[in-house]
């Protein structure tokens, strides 16, 4: 039986999980359809005028901001149990080999030290953090009571929603460049599996040969 024990987290990073789970679920669809059925309804009595227009971009805006850190905070997370699993079955692969006198395959590391990369791993390492989150919610809270005082008009609400969405964009920017790291050296683990998986097997047919004509011999 295989166990995958779950990382210790806080009161946070649960709360962060909440509201993934919600948003991620069939509740959140429901609620942005509402929104959306809302934003057309009153659209008549706004007269379709430019703050009408604004409004879905404003909810969009600063929904979009907040679900950018977190989803990027989840799927740091998830990335960091699936690397640690990986991690834990090369160990156990280079023990094997290490029990059996065996030499173990070369492993493929891929080095990538230009400056765009590490500045692409540094802001989604930071992006990623659940203080990152905590500091988006309070962003979005910050730029509600401003809007709220300069009573909802057309520069508030880009004020709302053009920075955010920009960011937005940003992190879905980071969160690509991430999963494409992430699956490239991934690719790259699992084909050294699979080369030391085949080794053994070759091996361990060997050995078997090597019984079987030895129990043809003492016949």
């Given at each position: 039986m295989i166990e995958i024990q779950p990382l210790k987290i806080g009161s946070g990073v649960r709360a962060i999980d909440y509201y993934a789970d919600l948003v991620g679920s069939g509740v959140g669809a429901f609620i942005s359809t509402c929104v959306f059925v809302a934003w057309l309804a009153v659209g008549n009595v706004m007269q379709w005028d430019s703050n009408w227009w604004l409004i879905i971009g404003t909810y969009t805006g600063l929904v979009g901001y907040i679900d950018g850190f977190v989803l990027r905070n989840v799927y740091f997370r998830q990335d960091t149990i699936v690397n640690d699993q990986f991690q834990k079955l090369v160990d156990e692969d280079f023990e094997l080999f290490q029990y059996l006198n065996l030499e173990a395959p070369q492993e493929h590391v891929i080095k990538d030290k230009s400056l765009i990369y590490r500045m692409s791993q540094f802001m989604g390492v930071i992006c990623s953090m659940p203080q990152s989150v905590l500091l988006a919610v309070l962003v979005t809270v910050g730029l509600l009571?401003?809007?709220?005082?300069?009573?909802?008009?057309?520069?508030?609400?880009?004020?709302?929603?053009?920075?955010?969405m920009i960011i937005e964009g940003f992190l879905f920017n980071v969160l690509i460049q991430a999963h494409n790291v992430a699956n490239t050296k991934r690719r790259v683990v699992m084909h050294d599996i699979l080369l030391r998986r085949l080794k053994l097997l070759q091996y361990a047919r060997s050995i078997g040969a090597d019984s079987e004509k030895f129990g043809i011999k003492c016949m």
């Open positions: 009571c401003l809007a709220s005082g300069m009573q909802w008009n057309e520069t508030a609400q880009l004020l709302c929603n053009t920075p955010t």
